[in-house]
């Protein structure tokens, strides 16, 4: 619920502000994933999630999707399988102008030890540095990114660290 402003209108609760790096390590813990490393990225309105493979199906009178998350880059070791409801469908263009139709779902993502809900689209990420994109609509609530700096929220267990390392 918004506040209500002097002049009569609605304006959002304040969030808090947390500094964030540009990169860092978040969970998911609505898909059973405890570690991934993400890249926060202003640039990029919506946030992204790699997955494979993605398969549409019906659920009691509903579209849901089953897809498998890779939380390691470079690997399919532990990968995750999750079902969940299709929030909505969108046409992404990537960062090289290529447009994609993707599934979007929601998920909460914990970052900086704060708990958060963020749409995501569903894609192949394969190529990209990082496995899960966090886009500008997500950080609006509360999140300013300082791009010198990266893992203000702390490291993953070395073990996760180790894992994460590209073959």
């Known amino acids: 619920m ?15 502000t947390t500094i964030a790096g540009w990169r860092e390590w978040v969970a998911l813990p609505g898909l059973g994933v405890p570690w991934l490393k993400a890249k926060l990225d202003t640039g990029a309105r919506s946030s992204s999630l790699h997955a494979s493979p993605i398969e549409e199906f019906d659920h009691a009178g509903e579209r849901w999707v089953r897809f498998g998350v890779q939380p390691w880059q470079g690997s399919d070791a532990d990968t995750v399988l999750v079902e969940c409801p299709v929030h909505d469908r969108r046409s992404v263009r990537s960062s090289s102008g290529h447009a994609e139709e993707r599934i979007v779902v929601l998920t909460d993502v914990v970052l900086l030890g704060r708990t958060i809900t963020v749409e995501v689209t569903l894609t192949n990420r394969d190529e990209m540095g990082f496995r899960m994109l966090i886009g500008r609509e997500a950080l609006r609530q509360g999140f300013v990114v300082d791009s010198r700096r990266s893992y203000l929220g702390g490291r993953a267990p070395r073990t996760a660290r180790l894992r994460n390392r590209a073959p």
Do not use: L
């Open 2 to 16: 918004g506040c209500t402003c002097k002049d009569g209108g609605v304006s959002e609760p304040p969030h808090p």
